[in-house]
Every structure is written in C-alpha cells, then in structure tokens.
C-alpha cells in the first residue's frame, strides 16, 4: 500500500508570495493532519480534516488554510508569505483521525521563503 | 495546556548498548502515545503506539512503555546499530486529539 505523499517536496517562493502543498493521504484514509516543523518551534499542529470538514485548528493566523476534497486528498494554502514561514510542511494520514489510530506522516514539503 | 517534554535533548552511545529515551506529558488524560523517528530532512516515520490502555508496545528491537500515573513513556532501544541514528520524537494524543510533540532526542551511535 503506498504511503502518505506530498507535492512538491521543495519549494522557493518570495515574501508576499502565496503558496498551495498537497497531500495525498494513505489509501482508505479519511483524516489528514498538517504540521509545521521548524527549529525554534518544533513540530506544531496547524489543521485536521475528515470528511471535508475542518475539525481540528491549531493557533496560526488566518493566512493558514486548508481543505479536502471528496478522495480525501488535501491541500494546504499559505497566503502572503512571511520569512517565518519558511519550515517543513508535514501531512498525515490515518483511517478516521480518532484518539485509538496511528498516524501515518509523508516526507514533507520544504517551503523557503526569500 | 498539555506539554510533552523530551529529555535529554541529545544522546551519544557506542554501538551495540541498549538505550533508553525518555519522553514526559502533563496531561493524564492521554488517549495515546506514539514514537516516531525523524532522518535529517525527512518525515516522520512511526515506530510504536501505545493507546492509553495498554502498557507497553513492542517492534522487533523496540519497546515502548507508557505509565500514565507519572505522565512517562520511554522507548526501549536493544543492540543499538548506526542506523539507529536519528532523531526520535514522541506525541500525545490527548482530548483534542491533535498530537502534541515533544523537541525530540538526537541520538547518534558511535560505530
């Protein structure tokens, strides 16, 4: 079964900027989560979907959106870019995002921001 | 707020020793617990999870506890091998069922 993918794994774009991630969830997955990595903040949760539905935010500013679509696929939009936006994008995946299941993360997008 | 801690940040052991990470949470209401491990630049990969009703979790070398009295988990490393080396991350998963990560614990075997 494949796993958890994420496109485009790298990414260069210029303050002001606004910025679409995908992420393709594990096959029969419903919930996919996304996290932000960088090294001051660690790893921080921004969103959870399921359904097409947001269920879950974490504390980052509006200029931080997501959605799914009906095969479960997410995408991630950041709008008018930041320096402090530059981090590794996480998605993960797992069957109906409840408290028993694993979740399953991708390889990540690595956004720079210039 | 929870808060999962890791301790210590970084851990340097000669190969072929069995190791412990450590990994503490606040909050006792936690649904589970899971052990990932990260390679420079990569994704997280799952190694153990732990729902809050069990105690302990097992993976060929691997082992992982969780005590939710003392809001503790470890992961248990045997005969640690080079590539081992990375750098591993516990989460909680607690009511709002997000996970709440900890900074992690870099470890590096020394061949």
């Known amino acids: 079964k494949a796993g958890v993918t994420q496109t485009p794994r790298y990414l260069i774009k210029t303050r002001g900027q606004q910025v679409t991630l995908s992420c393709s969830p594990i096959?029969?997955?419903?919930?996919v989560s996304w996290y932000q990595q960088t090294p001051g903040q660690g790893l921080q949760f921004l969103f959870e979907?399921?359904?097409?539905?947001?269920?879950n935010k974490g504390n980052f500013p509006g200029r931080f959106s997501g959605r799914q679509f009906s095969n479960s696929r997410s995408e991630m939009n950041v709008s008018t870019l930041e320096l402090g936006d530059s981090a590794l994008y996480l998605c993960?995946?797992?069957?109906?995002?409840?408290?028993?299941?694993?979740?399953?993360f991708g390889p990540g997008t690595r956004l720079t921001v210039t | 707020k929870q808060e999962v801690t890791q301790i210590p940040a970084a851990l340097s052991v000669p190969e072929g020793e069995n190791l412990v990470l450590n990994c503490s949470f606040t909050?006792?209401?936690?649904?589970?617990l899971q052990w990932f491990r990260q390679d420079p630049g990569k994704g997280l990969t799952s190694l153990l999870l732990?729902?809050?009703?069990?105690r302990e979790q097992t993976s060929g070398r691997l082992n992982a506890s969780l005590d939710k009295s003392s809001g503790r988990s470890t992961l248990y490393i045997a005969a640690s091998q080079p590539g081992d080396s990375a750098t591993y991350l516990c989460?909680?998963?607690?009511?709002?069922?997000?996970?709440?990560f900890g900074t992690g614990t870099r470890l590096t075997i020394i061949p």
């Open positions: 993960a995946s797992s069957l109906v995002g409840g408290r028993k299941f694993e979740q399953y």
């Open positions: 732990i729902q809050s009703s069990q």
């Open positions: 909050d006792s209401a936690i649904y589970n």
């Open positions: 989460a909680g998963q607690f009511g709002n069922e997000k996970l709440t």
């Open positions: 096959s029969g997955h419903r919930s």
């Open positions: 979907y399921f359904s097409e539905t947001q269920r």
